[in-house]
């Protein structure tokens, strides 16, 4: 069965840390990893890796694709009390459908 | 934001109603995916719809089902509801079937009394 597992499942940090959050997924007919953040209801999207070993950036996250070892990481520098949310990890998985598997997500809280 | 709309936001509903959640999605997408979002979990894939028919399916059982109209806005329906149903329900388009990122909603949270 398709899994996706994160770690930590929640994490406190001071503002101006730097954190990183840690995906790694066991699914049949990898396409693509993405990462989503969400704060509210709807989760945002921040990147896509498809390619091993490429990071992706945006600002203060970055994120990399380690196909090898099934995993993925995504890193946040000087962290802001606006970084806090729920950090979803999803593989993209084809089987008829782009069905995307979802970890349990990473809370984290920055605190001021 | 990202276009895609969902109505309404929230609703109450007891054991056993129905119940029809309505998605719009973002201007040009054809193809919309369902996930149930539990509390404290991450989203779970229900099914997808791509040009009106339906084109995969996660493990939930067949009273969730759902209606892709010509313009590529989604309705998800369950029936005979459960407790277990109480969730936040996403639904997410994309532009292309496959590879393509998905745009959420910003969900309809259902609890089922």
């Known amino acids: 069965e398709d899994k996706v597992v994160q770690s930590p499942l929640s994490l406190v940090v001071h503002e101006g840390d730097t954190v990183t959050l840690n995906c790694s997924y066991e699914v049949t007919n990898f396409r693509s990893l993405l990462w989503y953040k969400q704060e509210k209801k709807a989760p945002t999207f921040l990147f896509m890796l498809t390619s091993s070993g490429i990071e992706k950036k945006s600002g203060r996250l970055s994120s990399i694709l380690d196909k090898k070892e099934l995993s993925s990481i995504l890193n946040i520098t000087a962290t802001q009390t606006g970084d806090s949310a729920i950090y979803l990890c999803?593989?993209?998985?084809?089987?008829?459908?782009?069905?995307?598997?979802f970890g349990q997500g990473t809370r984290l809280t920055i605190n001021p | 934001e990202t276009g895609v709309t969902q109505s309404p936001t929230h609703l109450i509903k007891t054991r056993g109603q129905q119940v029809t959640l309505r998605c719009s999605s973002q201007s040009g997408h054809n193809t919309v995916s369902w996930y149930q979002q539990a509390l404290g979990q991450g989203p779970q894939f229900i099914f997808q719809y791509y040009r009106e028919e339906e084109n995969g399916r996660g493990n939930f059982p067949p009273r969730f089902s759902g209606l892709q109209f010509p313009n590529y806005s989604s309705e998800l329906n369950v029936n005979a509801l459960e407790l277990d149903d109480s969730a936040l329900y996403l639904c997410?388009?994309?532009?292309?079937?496959?590879?393509?990122?998905?745009?959420f909603g910003p969900g309809t949270r259902l609890t089922v009394l």
């Open positions: 999803a593989v993209e998985a084809i089987q008829g459908a782009q069905k995307l598997v």
């Open positions: 997410a388009s994309s532009l292309l079937v496959v590879s393509d990122t998905q745009y």
